[in-house]
C-alpha cells in the first residue's frame, strides 16, 4: 500500500536532477529508431557513493557484505530544524520494525544518517521519536529494490518540543487528533500484517472521527483499491482532493483506479497532472510510462519509464526490465540487450541472470 504514514505521508527520495520531463505527441511508433535517442544514460555511480557514505557510518558496506546494489538496506537522512537555535539539541532515535528481525534503533543528535540492514525479508516500518516522543512513521515498500532511501525533515517549535502534534512540518501534514492517532497506528499495524479489513476499519474511524482529514480519506482510497473495491475507493480519493486539491498522493491513486478500470486515456491525464505537482517524484513517471504502455504509446511509454529511471537509478531498476522486454517486442535485440546489462549491473545476483546474460551473449 502506497503513501502509508502516522504524521507524515510518505516523500520518496528523489534523484537530485532538477531537469523536467517533456512528454511529445510521437507520429509513429518507430522503437527501433526513436528509442535509441530517448535512451538515457543512468550512471549509478553517485548513487553507490550515497549508499557508501551512509551505511559505511554503521559498519554496513554493500560491496563487502556482498554484490553491492543486492544487498538489502533502508538508509537515509533525518534533518531536524528548531525554532530556538541555542536551545539543547534534541535526542532523535530512527527505528526500523520488521516482523522478521529485531527491532533495530539508531540515534542521531539533531540532524544525521541512519542505515539499517534488512535480514528479515522486504518491507517493515520506520519510526521517527524525538526526546521519546513519536512524530513520523512511515511503511517500507515490500516492492523494489534491495535498497531503498527515506528521507525525513522535521521542525520543532519551541511550545510544541514534547507534542507529537505539533513536532512534524511538512508538504503534506494535517495535524491528528489524540484519537487518530491512535486509529493511524492501528491502521499502519494491520497494514505491516497485510490485514487490509483491518486497516481498512481503521482510517474509516480516521475519517469519521475527523472528515475534514484529507490524508486519512487518501490512505483509505488506497487501501480499498488494494482490495479491489474501485467505486469506494473512487469516492474516498475524490473526498480527499475535495479536501486538498493539490495532494499528490491521492493523484496518484486516482490514476491507479483508472487504470485498474482500463481507463488508460483518463489514467495518463491524471499522472500527468501529477508530475506537474512533483516533477522529481520517480513512482509518477514509472506509473505514467505504463499507463502509456497499456495504452499501447510504446515511445512514450520508454520516455516516461527513462525519466522514472533518472530520478531513481536503484529504485526504479526493474524498469530496465520492462523496457528490455518492450525492445524484443519491437524488434530490436540490441538495445534490449543494453537494458539487461544496465539491469544486472545494479542487480547482479538476479535469479534470472544467466539468462539475460545468454540474451546479452547472442545479441551484441
Same mark, same amino acid.
Given at each position: 500500500?502506497?503513501?502509508?504514514?502516522?504524521?507524515?505521508?510518505?516523500?520518496?527520495?528523489?534523484?537530485?536532477?532538477?531537469?523536467?520531463?517533456?512528454?511529445?505527441?510521437?507520429?509513429?511508433?518507430?522503437?527501433?529508431?526513436?528509442?535509441? /535517442?530517448? #535512451?538515457?544514460?543512468?550512471?549509478?555511480?553517485?548513487?553507490? /557513493?550515497?549508499?557508501?557514505?551512509?551505511?559505511?557510518?554503521?559498519?554496513?558496506?554493500?560491496?563487502?557484505?556482498?554484490?553491492? %546494489?543486492?544487498?538489502?538496506?533502508?538508509?537515509?537522512?533525518?534533518?531536524?530544524? $528548531?525554532?530556538?537555535?541555542?536551545?539543547?539539541?534534541?535526542? @532523535?532515535?530512527?527505528?526500523?520494525?520488521?516482523?522478521?528481525? *529485531?527491532?533495530?534503533?539508531?540515534?542521531?543528535?539533531?540532524?544525521?544518517?541512519?542505515?539499517?540492514?534488512? *535480514?528479515?525479508?522486504?518491507?517493515? *516500518?520506520?519510526?521517527?521519536?524525538?526526546?521519546?516522543?513519536?512524530?513520523?512513521?512511515?511503511?517500507?515498500?515490500?516492492?523494489?529494490?534491495?535498497?531503498?532511501?527515506?528521507?525525513?525533515? #522535521?521542525?520543532?517549535?519551541?511550545?510544541?518540543?514534547?507534542?507529537?502534534?505539533? @513536532?512534524?512540518?511538512?508538504?503534506?501534514?494535517?495535524?491528528?487528533?489524540?484519537?487518530?492517532?491512535?486509529?493511524?497506528?492501528?491502521?499502519?499495524?494491520?497494514?505491516?500484517?497485510?490485514? %487490509?479489513?483491518?486497516?481498512?476499519?481503521?482510517?474509516?474511524?480516521?475519517?469519521?472521527?475527523?472528515?475534514?482529514?484529507?490524508?486519512?480519506?487518501?490512505?483509505?482510497?488506497?487501501?480499498?483499491?488494494?482490495?479491489?473495491?474501485?467505486?469506494?475507493?473512487?469516492?474516498?480519493?475524490?473526498?480527499?482532493?475535495?479536501?486538498?486539491?493539490?495532494?499528490?498522493?491521492?493523484?496518484?491513486?486516482?490514476?491507479?483506479?483508472?487504470?485498474?478500470?482500463?481507463?488508460?486515456?483518463?489514467?495518463?491525464?491524471?499522472?500527468?497532472?501529477?508530475? $506537474? %505537482?512533483?516533477?522529481?517524484?520517480?513512482?509518477?513517471?514509472?506509473? %505514467?510510462?505504463?499507463?502509456?504502455?497499456?495504452?499501447?504509446?510504446? $515511445?512514450?511509454?520508454?520516455?516516461?519509464?527513462?525519466?522514472?529511471?533518472?530520478?531513481?537509478?536503484?529504485?526504479?531498476?526493474?524498469?530496465?526490465?520492462?523496457? /528490455?522486454?518492450?525492445?524484443?517486442?519491437?524488434?530490436?535485440?540490441?538495445?534490449?540487450?543494453?537494458?539487461?546489462?544496465?539491469?544486472?549491473?545494479?542487480?547482479?545476483?538476479?535469479?534470472?541472470?544467466?539468462?539475460?546474460?545468454?540474451?546479452?551473449?547472442?545479441?551484441?
Amino acid at each position: 500500500m502506497e503513501f502509508f504514514a502516522l504524521h507524515i505521508v510518505q516523500r520518496m527520495y528523489n534523484a537530485r536532477s532538477n531537469n523536467n520531463m517533456v512528454v511529445g505527441k510521437s507520429k509513429q511508433f518507430a522503437l527501433t529508431i526513436i528509442f535509441a /535517442a530517448a #535512451i538515457l544514460l543512468c550512471g549509478a555511480s553517485a548513487v553507490d /557513493a550515497q549508499v557508501d557514505d551512509i551505511c559505511g557510518e554503521f559498519g554496513f558496506i554493500p560491496s563487502l557484505d556482498g554484490p553491492r %546494489l543486492s544487498a538489502p538496506y533502508i538508509y537515509g537522512k533525518v534533518n531536524i530544524t $528548531t525554532a530556538d537555535t541555542s536551545a539543547k539539541a534534541p535526542k @532523535v532515535s530512527i527505528v526500523y520494525l520488521n516482523r522478521g528481525q *529485531t527491532p533495530n534503533r539508531q540515534t542521531v543528535s539533531k540532524t544525521g544518517n541512519y542505515c539499517f540492514r534488512v *535480514t528479515g525479508g522486504a518491507g517493515g *516500518t520506520l519510526i521517527i521519536d524525538i526526546d521519546g516522543v513519536e512524530v513520523a512513521r512511515r511503511p517500507v515498500s515490500n516492492f523494489g529494490t534491495a535498497q531503498q532511501r527515506e528521507d525525513f525533515d #522535521i521542525s520543532i517549535s519551541a511550545a510544541g518540543q514534547q507534542t507529537a502534534g505539533g @513536532v512534524v512540518a511538512s508538504k503534506y501534514y494535517y495535524p491528528p487528533t489524540k484519537k487518530t492517532a491512535e486509529f493511524y497506528k492501528q491502521a499502519a499495524e494491520a497494514e505491516a500484517a497485510k490485514d %487490509l479489513a483491518a486497516a481498512t476499519n481503521a482510517l474509516q474511524a480516521v475519517v469519521k472521527e475527523d472528515a475534514k482529514d484529507y490524508i486519512g480519506w487518501g490512505l483509505l482510497a488506497g487501501v480499498l483499491l488494494e482490495r479491489k473495491m474501485l467505486v469506494e475507493a473512487d469516492a474516498a480519493v475524490r473526498r480527499s482532493l475535495e479536501l486538498k486539491v493539490e495532494y499528490a498522493p491521492a493523484w496518484l491513486t486516482a490514476g491507479r483506479i483508472r487504470t485498474a478500470q482500463t481507463q488508460y486515456a483518463a489514467a495518463i491525464e491524471i499522472f500527468k497532472h501529477a508530475a $506537474t %505537482l512533483e516533477p522529481e517524484n520517480a513512482r509518477v513517471y514509472q506509473l %505514467l510510462g505504463e499507463a502509456y504502455l497499456l495504452a499501447k504509446q510504446g $515511445t512514450l511509454g520508454a520516455e516516461a519509464l527513462n525519466k522514472a529511471i533518472e530520478l531513481d537509478p536503484l529504485g526504479m531498476a526493474e524498469l530496465h526490465l520492462q523496457l /528490455a522486454h518492450l525492445y524484443q517486442l519491437a524488434k530490436a535485440p540490441a538495445l534490449a540487450a543494453a537494458e539487461y546489462k544496465k539491469f544486472l549491473a545494479k542487480v547482479p545476483d538476479h535469479p534470472d541472470k544467466a539468462k539475460f546474460e545468454k540474451f546479452i551473449k547472442e545479441n551484441p
